[in-house]
């Protein structure tokens, strides 16, 4: 009976240590799990707020908005930097913190610029941060590149998304050949607008209407025309793409999603030479219907000459 008594106990024992035991890895299993579960909420927190990695401080940018002269509003550098922050540029130009993107907001308003009845959301390059006087020639070349992608966009009466050029390359005379030609400014037409058009790329240039003409003939807005066009094969919709522009003397080639190509070596290319230029990107809204608008996110944009 001891005998039974003794075995009854030590097996009790037992039992009730590796319980014990049981119940440790348990909580300590739980314990873990229960860690990591944190750890991986705090980490997908994190990755919520993203901020996009442009460098502005070679833009400006015009926005909708009237100001005090009944024209468009122009921020540049360094005012420009302090965008997130400025009650001027928030409606029109904002992060969108969960994908990564600068958003360019446009809409038809009275604030319109020279030469145009449009208007826009759109940066401009600026080599030396708040001036407009020194830009580039084709002989210098220089490089855009950005990652981007239609947000949302209006369509018109009959169904149609309405067109919105995202990148261009504008010319600009010296101020020489402005007086030498007796113009009120310094703008000339621009040699590249890449438009997205119902979810596909089209790109326009300028052709020369009389390939003999120089100096001063040729800087008249006049002796351009534009160009008949060029779609991409692609079709980039609402989704994310690349456009990359690159020009060279005589040359200027533009990229989408590093698959397609658009070559433009001619003559035309070679007299644009006489211009100088500057590339902008954004938002240019090409409608005037009422109630319309386009959103443009930006994830990425860098210029190199």
Request: with cysteine.
């Amino acid at each position: 009976m001891k005998k039974f008594r003794k075995e009854f106990l030590i097996t009790l024992l037992i039992g009730l240590i590796s319980a014990s035991a049981t119940c440790q890895i348990t909580a300590s299993s739980v314990s873990d799990t229960n860690s990591k579960i944190e750890r991986k909420s705090k980490k997908k927190k994190r990755k919520k707020f993203k901020l996009p990695e442009i460098d502005l401080s070679h833009w400006s940018v015009t926005t909708p908005e009237v100001n005090e002269k009944g024209g468009a509003t122009t921020i540049a550098p360094p005012e420009i930097l302090n965008y997130a922050k400025d009650a001027r540029l928030l409606p029109y130009m904002y992060n969108d913190s969960t994908s990564g993107a600068l958003v360019f907001y446009s809409f038809p308003s009275e604030a319109t610029t020279a030469n145009t009845k449009y208007t826009r959301s759109e940066l401009r390059e600026q080599m030396v941060p708040g001036d407009n006087n020194t830009n580039w020639t084709f002989a210098q070349g220089g490089i855009m590149k950005g990652k981007l992608a239609m947000e949302e966009v209006s369509r018109d009466a009959d169904g149609n998304y309405h067109k919105v050029i995202i990148m261009q390359i504008h010319g600009r005379l010296t101020n020489e050949q402005r007086d030498m030609i007796g113009q009120k400014d310094n703008n000339a037409p621009p040699v590249l607008k890449i438009y997205w058009d119902k979810g596909k790329i089209r790109v326009k240039t300028k052709t020369l209407k009389n390939i003999s003409l120089n100096e001063p003939e040729i800087l008249y807005k006049e002796a351009w025309d534009d160009d008949e066009g060029f779609k991409f094969e692609q079709e980039v919709g609402f989704g994310k793409f690349t456009l990359e522009v690159k020009v060279s003397d005589g040359k200027m080639v533009v990229v989408l999603n590093n698959s397609e190509y658009k070559v433009y070596e001619n003559v035309h290319m070679r007299k644009w030479g006489v211009f100088e230029n500057y590339f902008k990107a954004g938002n240019y809204f090409q409608t005037r219907d009422e109630g319309a608008f386009a959103r443009v996110k930006f994830y990425e944009l860098e210029v190199s000459h």
